[in-house]
């Protein structure tokens, strides 16, 4: 099963993905015309990041195991995980 989904944030430069069972991803939209996902927190379900390019005009995939319920997207919000 594929999860599929697209926000539409056209004025959005960065903001925040939060995902059921725990990963949280900085998101940014970089000067090469890129969406860029960086991990804040990888929760149990994350797998990996294909980095996207800029030659294939290709944005970033993030991939998770089976078993996803959820993900939200806030724009324009950074979160910061304080880890002490």
């Known amino acids: 099963m594929n999860l599929w989904e697209e926000f539409y944030a056209y004025d959005c430069s960065d903001g925040t993905m939060t995902f059921s069972y725990g990963t949280l991803l900085n998101?940014?939209?970089?000067?090469?015309?890129?969406?860029?996902?960086?991990?804040?927190?990888?929760?149990?379900?994350?797998?990996?990041?294909?980095?996207?390019?800029v030659e294939e005009d290709t944005n970033d995939e993030v991939y998770f195991k089976n078993g996803l319920k959820w993900c939200a997207f806030s724009e324009g919000m950074q979160v910061r995980v304080n880890r002490n």
Not at 33 to 47: A, K, M, N, V, Y
């Open 27 to 53: 998101v940014m939209y970089d000067n090469n015309g890129i969406w860029r996902f960086t991990p804040i927190f990888r929760g149990s379900l994350f797998e990996k990041i294909k980095s996207g390019s």
